[in-house]
């Protein structure tokens, strides 16, 4: 991957997904031969927003690769409380670490921070804009359990505010995957993700209801209602619960069928499934830490000092 930030899946082309998959896959088959290839680099961890999943498996990632990190904490006791701005914050950063991992609730500030430093940024979510780190889990994931050729794919939840979905989308044409989009209107795809995803030639159709696809799918990616980026919690209101999956709805699908969800869950897919063959979003967590290995290796470089930087 040629790369120096990793801020939106638009940028990933197959070549590159495919090489850090492969790269993950290696050290999870042996994550010993890796285990000094980043002694005495510092990741920044820089969330403000919460996260567990995300941040936690970028520290283990690090530490795992002989490295450490430094955690500007929460926002509520850093100096980001007195007014501090995103450039400044980063900046400062900057002197401090070898790379920066950013999570921000205002689309476009990993791209934004990215400007002002010359440390790799990963963008770890920007507000409903995208989650690139997550994508390359997600596929790691899917290459896994259903391969990544002529998958079909449906996509379920909330699709106008979940930026782990609009990466997703934007990757997957890469692999001319069907994609199949469930959600209540109000929750459709937003028409920039959609113009984008039609641009790539990307194969697409929304839906209402699950059912009709169901029976089609290789895959079902479900995600949570993002409640917190409702402007009003009446909207909220009138969706939550409505895009659930129990076991009864596996009975219904194909035998070889994958549930995931980039986690966390709230109530849209049933304890019932968590036992089943079909569940794939624990192991879908777990595979960010050999993801992101590869990925802050790709980034960092090597240990002889930073190739290609
Ligand atoms: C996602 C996120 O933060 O966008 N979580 C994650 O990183 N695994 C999904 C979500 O919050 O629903």
Redesign the pocket.
């Known amino acids: 991957m040629r790369h120096d930030n990793l801020l939106s899946a638009g940028q990933l082309s197959r070549e590159d997904i495919e090489a850090v998959l492969d790269r993950a896959a290696e050290v999870a088959a042996d994550p010993g031969r890796v285990a000094e290839r980043q002694a005495g680099r510092l990741l920044a961890l820089c969330f403000f927003?919460p996260?567990t999943?995300?941040k936690m498996s970028f520290d283990t990632a690090i530490k795992r690769l002989g490295g450490d990190t430094v955690d500007m904490g929460t926002v509520e006791s850093s100096s980001v409380k007195k007014g501090e701005s995103l450039a400044d914050t980063v900046r400062v950063i900057e002197g401090y670490a070898d790379g920066i991992v950013l999570?921000h609730p205002s689309e476009g500030a990993a791209k934004l921070a990215s400007e002002f430093v010359d440390v790799p940024v990963v963008n770890?979510?920007d507000g409903a804009g995208q989650?690139p780190s997550?994508t390359l889990l997600d596929l790691y994931t899917m290459r896994e359990n259903a391969g990544l050729d002529d998958l079909t794919v449906g996509i379920m939840g909330d699709l106008k505010y979940?930026?782990?979905v609009h990466s997703l989308a934007e990757a997957l044409t890469n692999f001319d995957a069907r994609m199949h989009f469930v959600s209540p209107e109000s929750l459709k795809l937003p028409r920039g993700v959609q113009f984008d995803l039609h641009e790539a030639g990307a194969r697409l159709r929304e839906h209402t209801d699950l059912e009709a696809v169901l029976p089609d799918l290789d895959v079902l990616y479900v995600?949570?209602i993002?409640r917190e980026r409702f402007p009003d919690e009446n909207e909220y209101q009138q969706v939550a619960g409505e895009y659930r999956i129990d076991a009864d709805t596996l009975d219904r699908a194909r035998d070889d069928f994958t549930v995931m969800h980039?986690?966390?869950r709230v109530d849209e897919i049933a304890p019932d499934v968590d036992p089943t063959e079909q569940a794939a979003y624990f192991e879908q967590?777990h595979n960010g830490v050999p993801v992101r290995m590869a990925l802050l290796d790709e980034l960092l470089g090597g240990d002889d000092g930073g190739a290609g930087r």
């Open positions: 927003e996260s999943r995300t999570r770890a979510g989650h997550q979940g930026r782990t995600t949570r993002q980039p986690l966390p967590a």
